[in-house]
C-alpha cells in the first residue's frame, strides 16, 4: 500500500503564479495582486537582473559557466518596501532598482538565464519566498518549474507593439531614456530566446489560464484575475 503523502506546512502556503513575456504587466499585477490579498511577493526577472548586473561588476562573462552559477549562489541581493509601500532591490546593499530597469539588463539576464545550472542554482532561493500567508510569484517557470503547485497558474500576455509601448511608457516614467523601435527589436529578441531555450521555456503550461491584456486597462486585468483567485 502506498505510504499517505505528509505535507509539510510550506507545501500548504498558497501560490499564484503569473508567468509571460516580458511587457505583459506581469510585475504590476502581481504586486497589486499581493497587496491585495496581504500575500508575499517574488518578481524572479529581478534576480536574473540582479545576477547579469553582478556579473558585469564582477566581470564575470555571459559564457562562463561556473563563474556564473558561483555567483548565483552568493549572489546578495535583497528586496525590501519603503513606507509608500514601493518596492526597492538591494545588490551588495546598494540600491539598484533603477539600474535593474534598462533593457540592456533584460536582454544579459536572458542570456545567462538560459544556463542550467544558473537556474538549479536560484531555484532554491525563490522558493523560499513561500511564506504564509501566501505568495503571489511571477516570471516565466513560475507555474511550471518553480512552483508547479501552485493554487492559480496565470500566463499573462500582449501583443508585441502593445507591451513595447508600456515598457517604453514606464521607462520614460522612471527617467530612463527609450527608443520605441530598439525597445521592440529587444523584447521580441528576448522572448525568441526565452521560448527557445532547452531549460524553462517560456510557454504556458498546460493548467494556466491565459489573459491576453492587449486593449486592457491594469484594473480590468487585475479584476479578471482576482475573480479566478476567489474561484479556487
Ligand atoms: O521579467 P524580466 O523582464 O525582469 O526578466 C528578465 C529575463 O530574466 C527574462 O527575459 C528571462 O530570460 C529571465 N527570467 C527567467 N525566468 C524567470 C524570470 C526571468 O528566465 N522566472
Known sequence: MAEPQVLSPVSCVPVITIDGPGGAGKGT???????????????????????ALAASRQR?????????????GWLDVRFTTDV?????ILLAGQEVTDTLRAEA???????????PAVRTALLSRQRGFRRPPGLVAE????GSVVFPDARLKIFLTASLKERARRRYKQLLDQGIGANLN???NELAGRDERDAARSVAPLRPSEDAVI????????DEVLARVLRLADDV
Open 29 to 51: 499585477i502581481s504586486r497589486l495582486l499581493a497587496r491585495r490579498l496581504g500575500y508575499a511577493w517574488l518578481e524572479s526577472g529581478a534576480l536574473y537582473r540582479a545576477l
Open 60 to 72: 564575470v562573462a555571459l559564457d562562463d559557466v561556473v563563474g556564473l552559477s558561483d555567483l548565483a
Open 84 to 88: 509608500h509601500d514601493r518596492a526597492h
Open 105 to 115: 539588463c533584460g536582454d544579459a539576464a536572458s542570456r545567462l538565464a538560459a544556463i
Open 139 to 142: 516570471g516565466r517557470d513560475m
Open 182 to 184: 530598439d525597445l521592440l
Open 211 to 218: 489573459i491576453d491584456s492587449t486593449g486592457l486597462g491594469i
